[in-house]
């Protein structure tokens, strides 16, 4: 098992406000859960805690943004894009102002703190809004080059990042581009097209469905705007069927992005998709949450033997 997402983010925003002074974090009251306290204690001058405020945060980072700052403002994902929503469209959307958004806790992953903890919607919600990039983290080195590229890349920025530990799904030096998405297994009957914590578990899958003869080809599609519309369509027609798979609900995330691709290129393949399924999700253990709202590998094997057969 690799590192947990939040540990990798809180070293990696360490790391590079080494180097770039404008960096700036702010978080609302829960730094020890997101990891952003660790940037705090090494850079107190620029670590802002602005207390269980959402809103009023998002408001400063606009201010900090507005005077050259590169402000990463973290919360849990649930509390960020619906406490910070209006906040987001008006000074990421409308104003394009440099603001990185970095939902902690993303998916199921608060497993203990309750239903109303689950980000579940977030994805759909900032990828409506225009001009603002959306990602989410599957593993330490995406992690990383997230981080790096929310500096880098001037522009509105949601970054999804989990709690839990991920395993690593990318090859050594893996090449990662702003706009793509990447195979990180070859297959040739159905590609599985998963973001965030969901890439291990379809890799899992895939594993499974080879041993029972059918070869699935996965997706990390860690950017879901702007989409990787050339990739979906080359793999649809390559495989002839297509599984997307996240933690998130199915309405308006990755897998309404991948059917609205799909849709528009002509794409008739079969597809399902794997996530919360118009619902919302309770407090319990992580792994057993997952598995009751069919997010483990056993019903990402399942949606991708029912596409196959269905060709």
């Known amino acids: 098992m690799g590192k ?7 070293e990696t925003i360490k790391k590079y406000g080494a180097t770039n002074e404008n960096i700036v974090v702010l978080d609302a009251d829960v730094s020890g859960s997101t990891k952003s306290a660790v940037f705090g204690k090494e850079y107190p001058d620029r670590f ?7 809103y009023a945060m998002m408001g400063m980072a606009a201010g900090m943004a507005k005077s050259g700052k590169i402000p990463f403002v973290n919360t849990f994902a649930v509390f960020l894009t619906t406490l910070g929503s209006l906040a987001a469209r008006t000074f990421m959307s409308y104003s394009g102002l440099n603001i ?5 806790y993303g998916g199921l992953s608060d497993a203990f703190d309750g239903a109303t903890h689950h980000a579940l919607e977030d994805v759909a919600m900032m990828r409506t809004l225009p001009g603002v990039t ?5 593993d330490a080195a995406i992690t990383d080059w997230m981080v790096k590229t929310a500096i880098e890349v001037e522009g509105p920025m949601y970054i999804r990042l989990s709690r839990d530990a991920a395993p690593d799904c990318h090859p050594a030096g893996a090449q990662f581009e702003m706009g793509r998405g990447m195979v990180v297994r070859e297959g040739t009957d159905v590609t599985i097209i998963a973001c965030g914590l969901m890439v291990s578990t379809a890799v899992t899958a895939a594993e499974a469905l080879a041993a029972e003869g059918i070869s699935a ?6 950017c879901i705007k702007p989409i990787d519309a050339e990739l ?13 798979a996240e933690e998130h609900s199915v309405t308006g995330g990755l897998g309404g992005a991948v059917a609205e691709v799909l849709a528009k290129a002509g794409c008739a393949v079969p597809t ?3 996530g919360m399924q118009d619902c919302h999700g309770e407090s319990g253990p992580y792994a057993e949450l997952l598995k009751k709202y069919g997010l483990d590998a056993d019903a990402v094997a399942a949606a991708a033997e029912k596409a196959v057969f269905r060709k």
């Open 4 to 10: 947990a997402i939040r540990d990798v983010y809180g």
């Open 48 to 54: 802002y805690n602005c207390g269980i405020s959402e």
């Open 100 to 104: 990185k958004m970095m939902g902690g």
């Open 134 to 138: 959306v990602m989410v983290a599957s």
């Open 217 to 222: 080809r996965v997706v990390d599609m860690y």
């Open 232 to 244: 979906i369509e080359k793999c649809a027609k390559e495989t002839g069927a297509v599984v997307t």
């Open 272 to 274: 399902e998709m794997v």
